[in-house]
């Protein structure tokens, strides 16, 4: 068996137990507010449209959008009452799913309730049953077939969209599909997506059970078929590992060199004695507000993001000034403790091929300016919304042919199959060296610099304990070894995973 197989294989019963906990909590839940909701509209003529219309309008909105929306909410809520609130991880992900079972559910019911002959009605009215035992022995035995065809739909949707929990903090398949599209893995992306789809046709093929039986009036159908599913969402309700100890949980943004810092982090809290928990693919603000609510507990950040996104600063002074400033100003506004740089920077910087480069006579963004109408610039999902892209623009003024977007992985295929004349590459990432591309200098200074800086949360502001830990890390990973770790991920051929990078940066 390959090592990568063998990692994602490793790696699957914890997140398809995890994976099962949210989605089959969705659904219950839609189920719970679906049903009298449908109940209701059926009833009602007047709440049917706007019912049917909001549950409609939810579908309407990427899942993935919808999931991103609660962490603010979630945020901002815990902030204006003074409650806990955990805005990552679990509850967002778990209101967002809810919400985007609910259209099948409430639909189908609203179907199978005013499908039921009329007649029918009118015979149970006129043996005098009330309303509550007309529901409960007429329609909604003779409406279960469709209503459990809703259910059906919903789950499948769910399942499907839970994978991208890991967006918000959530373990889940997505973890196997999103770490293995930013290092190309692509065994990790089959078995995230194969599992996902099993998962998905087993519930799907459980319900279809209980609906046959209730069709066929078949009640071992019906209860092999709840006890089924009853008996998985209880297995995934279990602890996943052993309990007793403290938990840390470690956060990762959604490219290689923070998988592989993540893994490092988590290898020497571990032999320090402490339990470990991941939270990967999170976007750059969103990683640092969780750790400043307590959601996690310890992550890499650069100091050039939060110097800019953080703390709104424009100006860019030199790298030791700014851990400095950042030191200070992190800790008195929001209690977080910068440990210190783990020894290298990771820089935005534009790169081209080099033979591109050379025959446009480009060295520097300078030099860039004269020539980028007639070229295109592929960027790394986050830049061109970030003020260091407006910093850029303002000192050099760029206006490129075209503007697209992409995960870091398929930015660097861009440059290097054509796509794209100029990227945003990272200072750090070894497939610079491997593609032979140039980085373009920058004299007059738009971009800061971006020193690796070890972040701990509020709450370990006085935990000597973990800071011990971590303290072996500060300083001690130069550029170069950053870069060959990560070109271990990230090249074509003998890949290896994050945590075996981890091991061989920090041995």
Known sequence: MSPTLADALAALPVLARAHLLLSGSAVLIGVALGLPLAILSARHPRLRTPVLGLAGLVQTVPALALLALFYPALLILGQATGLAIPALGFLPALIALSLYALLPIVRNGVAALQGIDPAVLEAADGLGMTARQRLTLIELPLGAPVILAGIRTASVWTIGAATLATTVGQPSLGDLIFSGLQTENWVRVLTGCAAAAALALAVDGLLALVETGLRRRSRWRVRTGLMALATALGLAMLPAGPSGGETIVVGAKNFSEQYILASAIERR????????????????????????????????????????????????????????????????????????????????????????????????????????????????????????????????????????????????????????????????????????????????????????????????????????????????????RMRQANLLVDRDTDKRTPAEAARWLDP
Do not use: K
């Open 269 to 480: 809290l571990q032999a320090a004695g402490f339990r470990t928990e991941r939270r990967d693919n999170l976007g750059s603000t969103v990683a640092y507000q969780a750790l400043a609510a307590g959601d996690i507990d310890v992550y890499v950040d650069y100091s050039g993001t939060l110097w800019a996104n953080i703390l709104g600063r424009t100006d860019t002074p030199p790298a030791n000034r700014m851990r400095q400033v950042l030191t200070e100003e992190l800790r008195r506004r929001d209690g977080v403790t910068l440990l210190g740089p783990l020894g290298f920077e990771n820089a935005y910087a534009l790169a081209m091929r080099r033979s591109r480069a050379a025959a446009l006579g480009v060295r520097s963004l300078g030099d860039l300016t004269l020539v980028a109408p007639q070229l295109r610039l592929g960027a790394d999902l986050e830049f061109l919304t970030r003020p260091e892209w407006r910093a850029v623009q303002g000192a050099y003024r760029l206006r490129f042919a075209a503007q697209t977007s992409y995960s870091p992985t398929f930015m660097y295929r861009a440059v290097a199959n054509g796509s794209a004349d100029v990227i945003t590459a990272f200072s750090s990432d070894g497939r610079i060296a491997a593609l032979d591309l140039v980085t373009l200098g920058d004299p007059r200074r738009a971009l800061p610099s971006y020193d690796a800086v070890l972040l701990l949360a509020p709450r370990h502001d006085a935990d000597s304990r973990l800071a011990e830990a971590l303290r072996p890390l500060i300083g001690a990973i130069p550029v170069g």
